[in-house]
């Protein structure tokens, strides 16, 4: 799975969206994100396989579940592939 290019995560004091670079260069907001769906997108964007990416977010949120972090991020890889931010 890769994010499409146009795709793209902003993040600022508060929140942290999903943006979507348009034709004439601006950014459009697309959606909100959490934090760890946020560090799933980045885990995405540098290849990395799965498991590492469960691996990933239980360490950095401090041992989370590990089927509630893989059933998460089977839910987040097919909401993206859904709405078109990403692909195969």
Same mark, same amino acid.
């Given at each position: 799975?890769?994010?499409?290019?146009?795709?793209?995560?902003?993040?600022? %004091?508060?929140?942290?969206?999903?943006?979507? &670079? @348009? #034709?004439?260069?601006? =950014?459009?907001?697309?959606?909100?994100?959490? $934090?760890?769906?946020?560090?799933?997108? %980045?885990?995405?964007?540098?290849?990395?396989? &799965? @498991? #590492?990416?469960?691996? =990933?977010?239980?360490?950095?949120?401090?041992? $989370?579940?590990?089927?509630?972090?893989?059933?998460?991020?089977?839910?987040?890889?097919?909401?993206?592939?859904t709405l078109g931010y990403?692909?195969?």
């Open positions: 799975m890769k994010i499409k290019p146009e795709f793209f995560i902003s993040y600022d %004091e508060d929140d942290i969206c999903i943006l979507r &670079r @348009e #034709a004439d260069g601006s =950014a459009r907001e697309v959606s909100p994100i959490s $934090a760890s769906a946020a560090m799933a997108w %980045e885990c995405i964007e540098r290849g990395m396989t &799965r @498991e #590492a990416m469960i691996e =990933a977010i239980i360490t950095e949120f401090g041992g $989370a579940d590990p089927e509630q972090v893989t059933a998460d991020l089977d839910a987040l890889t097919a909401q993206l592939l990403a692909e195969e």
